[in-house]
């Protein structure tokens, strides 16, 4: 079945410092990935989609991804973290329908 | 574009009681989903429709839930009658047809539903 796991649940940066938030997934095909955000009292955002190409993938706000197969491993990447980061970030994988699956989702607190 | 519109933003209503949640999606978007968010489940896919067209309700707890998609514009997720259970935030998403170039949902603000 398909899954999506993100290790942490919480994760606590200071400002301007590098971020790299995991996922992993379980499918059997080539998968559609996504990274979201979602802040306070919001709905989620879309931050980047893989489908297919260069395994690493630009995404709104700085943010980057990169999808290796090997690992089954889609994690997100910022190099400079602002305190406007701070959110819930959830990783996704879209199935052979329409769905999608999200992740649990990581907290992210931005020291000052 | 206003984006995906829910009302009420926030609702809170006796056990028992009908509750009905509304959604209007964005204007060419064909698939509209209905998710549910708790601290213990995460995010729940409900039920999703396509073209107005309910195409996987696997995710619907219970009957006390029921969805519906009368036009292009608009969906109710209904629950009949409400448990302190169903409290949660639930989301709508729609998304426009099936391209990769232009895949992806866009949510809702949502309705926060408490039931006491």
């Known amino acids: 079945a398909q899954s999506v796991t993100q290790p942490d649940i919480h994760i606590t940066v200071s400002e301007g410092a590098s971020l790299e938030l995991r996922c992993n997934y379980s499918?059997?095909?080539?998968?559609?990935l996504f990274w979201y955000v979602q802040s306070p009292g919001q709905g989620l955002q879309l931050l980047l989609k893989?489908?297919?190409?260069?395994?690493l993938v630009q995404g709104i706000k700085g943010f980057e991804a990169e999808f290796k197969r090997s690992q089954s491993s889609f994690n997100l990447r910022k190099p400079s973290v602002h305190w406007s980061d701070a959110a819930e970030y959830f990783c996704?994988?879209?199935?052979?329908?329409?769905?999608?699956?999200f992740g649990p989702g990581t907290s992210l607190s931005v020291i000052p | 574009d206003a984006g995906v519109i829910q009302s009420p933003r926030h609702e809170v209503t006796e056990m028992g009681q009908e509750v009905t949640l509304r959604c209007k999606p964005i204007?060419?978007?064909?698939?509209l989903f209905w998710y549910r968010q708790t601290m213990m489940r995460g995010l729940e896919l409900l039920i999703y429709?396509?073209?107005?067209?309910?195409?996987?309700d696997s995710g619907m707890p219970e009957d006390r839930f029921s969805a519906k998609m009368p036009n292009a514009s608009f969906s109710t997720l209904k629950i009949q009658p409400s448990e302190p259970r169903d409290s949660a935030v639930y989301f709508c998403?729609?998304?426009?047809?099936?391209?990769?170039?232009?895949?992806?949902?866009?949510f809702g603000s949502g309705t926060r539903l408490t039931v006491v």
């Open positions: 429709f396509n073209n107005n067209v309910p195409i996987d």
């Open positions: 996704a994988v879209k199935t052979s329908y329409d769905k999608v699956i």
């Open positions: 998403a729609s998304s426009p047809p099936r391209s990769f170039a232009n895949y992806g949902y866009t």
């Open positions: 204007s060419g978007h064909d698939y």
């Open positions: 499918y059997g095909a080539t998968p559609y």
């Open positions: 893989y489908f297919s190409g260069d395994t």
